[in-house]
Protein backbone atom coordinates (compact mmCIF):
# COMPACT_ATOMS: atom_id res chain seq x y z
CA UNK A 1 0.00 0.00 0.00
CA UNK A 2 1.12 3.69 -0.90
CA UNK A 3 0.88 6.03 1.69
CA UNK A 4 0.55 9.78 0.35
CA UNK A 5 0.51 13.15 2.68
CA UNK A 6 0.26 16.57 0.83
CA UNK A 7 1.52 19.75 3.35
CA UNK A 8 2.45 23.17 2.55
CA UNK A 9 -0.86 24.55 2.08
CA UNK A 10 -1.82 27.78 4.05
CA UNK A 11 -2.87 30.91 3.21
CA UNK A 12 -1.01 33.49 1.06
CA UNK A 13 -1.36 37.14 -0.50
CA UNK A 14 -1.61 36.94 -4.38
CA UNK A 15 1.77 37.92 -5.50
CA UNK A 16 3.37 35.25 -2.84
CA UNK A 17 5.07 32.54 -3.30
CA UNK A 18 4.09 28.96 -1.54
CA UNK A 19 5.78 25.29 -1.36
CA UNK A 20 3.86 22.19 -1.51
CA UNK A 21 4.97 19.16 0.19
CA UNK A 22 4.14 15.11 -1.07
CA UNK A 23 5.55 12.74 0.67
CA UNK A 24 5.07 8.96 0.46
CA UNK A 25 6.00 5.92 2.35
CA UNK A 26 4.68 2.37 2.40
CA UNK A 27 5.29 0.30 -0.80
CA UNK A 28 7.99 1.39 -3.37
CA UNK A 29 6.40 3.95 -6.05
CA UNK A 30 8.85 3.29 -9.26
CA UNK A 31 6.43 5.03 -11.62
CA UNK A 32 5.17 8.80 -11.29
CA UNK A 33 4.06 11.25 -8.92
CA UNK A 34 1.80 14.53 -9.87
CA UNK A 35 0.16 17.30 -8.44
CA UNK A 36 -3.77 17.96 -8.97
CA UNK A 37 -5.88 20.70 -7.81
CA UNK A 38 -9.72 20.96 -7.33
CA UNK A 39 -11.79 23.71 -6.53
CA UNK A 40 -15.76 22.69 -5.01
CA UNK A 41 -17.76 21.98 -8.48
CA UNK A 42 -15.28 21.59 -10.72
CA UNK A 43 -13.20 18.38 -11.58
CA UNK A 44 -9.87 17.87 -10.55
CA UNK A 45 -7.25 19.02 -12.71
CA UNK A 46 -3.63 17.77 -13.60
CA UNK A 47 -0.92 20.65 -12.96
CA UNK A 48 2.19 18.74 -13.69
CA UNK A 49 3.63 15.33 -13.05
CA UNK A 50 7.21 13.95 -12.76
CA UNK A 51 8.53 9.68 -13.73
CA UNK A 52 10.03 9.17 -10.36
CA UNK A 53 13.01 7.10 -12.19
CA UNK A 54 14.43 9.55 -14.67
CA UNK A 55 12.97 13.05 -13.37
CA UNK A 56 11.42 14.20 -16.08
CA UNK A 57 8.46 16.24 -15.55
CA UNK A 58 5.91 17.25 -17.37
CA UNK A 59 3.01 20.11 -17.07
CA UNK A 60 -0.85 20.10 -17.98
CA UNK A 61 -1.66 23.26 -16.88
CA UNK A 62 -1.49 26.35 -19.16
CA UNK A 63 -2.69 29.11 -16.65
CA UNK A 64 0.36 27.67 -14.37
CA UNK A 65 3.19 27.12 -16.70
CA UNK A 66 5.69 29.87 -15.95
CA UNK A 67 4.82 30.35 -12.15
CA UNK A 68 4.73 26.47 -10.77
CA UNK A 69 7.27 24.25 -10.75
CA UNK A 70 7.02 20.16 -9.53
CA UNK A 71 10.70 18.78 -8.49
CA UNK A 72 11.18 15.84 -5.98
CA UNK A 73 13.91 14.20 -4.25
CA UNK A 74 14.07 10.59 -5.72
CA UNK A 75 16.09 9.00 -2.20
CA UNK A 76 14.18 11.00 0.62
CA UNK A 77 10.59 9.81 -1.63
CA UNK A 78 9.67 13.80 -1.58
CA UNK A 79 8.19 15.62 -4.46
CA UNK A 80 7.54 18.91 -4.20
CA UNK A 81 5.11 21.75 -5.91
CA UNK A 82 6.58 25.26 -5.45
CA UNK A 83 3.88 27.70 -6.58
CA UNK A 84 5.08 31.47 -7.27
CA UNK A 85 3.12 34.64 -8.36
CA UNK A 86 0.39 33.05 -6.70
CA UNK A 87 -3.64 34.49 -7.93
CA UNK A 88 -6.38 34.08 -6.22
CA UNK A 89 -7.91 31.83 -9.25
CA UNK A 90 -5.11 29.37 -7.46
CA UNK A 91 -7.00 29.20 -4.81
CA UNK A 92 -7.79 25.37 -4.65
CA UNK A 93 -7.10 21.83 -2.62
CA UNK A 94 -4.05 20.77 -3.76
CA UNK A 95 -3.58 16.77 -3.62
CA UNK A 96 -0.50 14.57 -5.13
CA UNK A 97 -1.33 11.46 -6.15
CA UNK A 98 0.92 8.66 -7.71
CA UNK A 99 0.72 5.32 -9.88
CA UNK A 100 3.10 2.85 -10.91
CA UNK A 101 2.57 3.66 -14.48
CA UNK A 102 5.69 4.73 -16.09
CA UNK A 103 4.29 7.43 -18.10
CA UNK A 104 3.04 10.72 -16.77
CA UNK A 105 -0.73 11.27 -17.40
CA UNK A 106 -2.86 14.13 -17.09
CA UNK A 107 -5.89 12.11 -16.22
CA UNK A 108 -6.84 11.17 -12.36
CA UNK A 109 -8.01 7.90 -13.53
CA UNK A 110 -4.57 6.96 -14.32
CA UNK A 111 -3.70 7.25 -10.63
CA UNK A 112 -4.70 4.75 -7.86
CA UNK A 113 -3.26 6.27 -4.93
CA UNK A 114 -4.43 9.84 -3.52
CA UNK A 115 -3.31 11.98 -0.63
CA UNK A 116 -5.50 14.03 1.37
CA UNK A 117 -5.04 17.13 -0.59
CA UNK A 118 -3.86 20.35 1.38
CA UNK A 119 -5.70 23.38 1.15
CA UNK A 120 -4.43 26.55 -0.20
CA UNK A 121 -6.35 30.26 0.11
CA UNK A 122 -5.59 33.14 -1.87
CA UNK A 123 -6.10 36.51 -0.51
CA UNK A 124 -5.97 39.56 -3.04
Known amino acids: QVRLRESGGESVRAGGSLTLVCTFA???????IAWFRQVPGKEREAISCIRKYDGDTYNYLDSVKGRFMISGERLRNIVYLQMSSVKPEDAAVYYCAATRKYDCSGSASEFEFWGQGTQVTVSS
Open 26 to 32: GAPVNGV
